[in-house]
């Protein structure tokens, strides 16, 4: 038997005119490494935003380890366990290193406060390679650095499903690897995760599964080199 943590069914977006989001289904077992894929534009963030209460569908549902969250604020689904890192990471910028994870820890996880919130920013930063760094602020990281805090603030609300929305763009072949590797030892620790990324090595690497948007579409939903092979696919990278 399998277990869905997450189910949605016929989500859509518009923007004034615009059908960002079509009629889209997507399910995902407990513990799986999902990939979203797709040419810019098609849909990926609405896509996540949608899912993580960020901005409202206009049609559809989705439901989350067993509630249906419709109607429920970003902050509410987080409680629940769902955690994203944005595209343009977003830190506190005043705040030191420690301080960004900790505010996570104490204000918006799912559990009501963990026994040591100091321990735990320690464990989290050290597990993103930042421990050394957690006197220092945002603006003294390098982009590697700054995705690594991001996914630690992702993380210090103790989600079961994490969202990662390209936390490797920019990033060197040795960096992706750092965070493909951390993304790996995360779902070892039984956190489901829905990866968002145009690296087509680091994709494949990582995915049990692949979904392809194009246009608000989902046009592909299947076993990674199945899916790369499917002529429509195919397609809408080659026009992209
Ligand atoms: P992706 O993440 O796949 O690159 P997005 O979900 O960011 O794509 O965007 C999908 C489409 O929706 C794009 O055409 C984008 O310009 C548009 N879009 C996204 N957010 C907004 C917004 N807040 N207002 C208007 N249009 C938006
Ligand atoms: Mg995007």
Redesign the pocket.
Known sequence: MTDTILNATGLGKR??G?V?LANIDLSIDRGERLGLI??????????V?CLCGT?RNDSGQVEFDGHALNGLKAHQRTRLGMARSF?LPRPFHTLTLAENVLVPIMYVGRAHGVPDPRQRCHELLDMVGLADKSAKRPGDLTQIEMRKLELARAMASEPRLLIA?EAMAGLSHQEVDDILALLMRLNEQGITIIM?EHIMRAVLAFSQRLVV?TA?RKIADGDPREVIRQPDVVAAYLGS
Request: proline content about 5%.
């Open positions: 923007f004034g615009f960002a797709g040419p810019n534009g098609s849909g990926k963030s609405t896509l935003n901005l595209q929305d968002i948007l608000g």
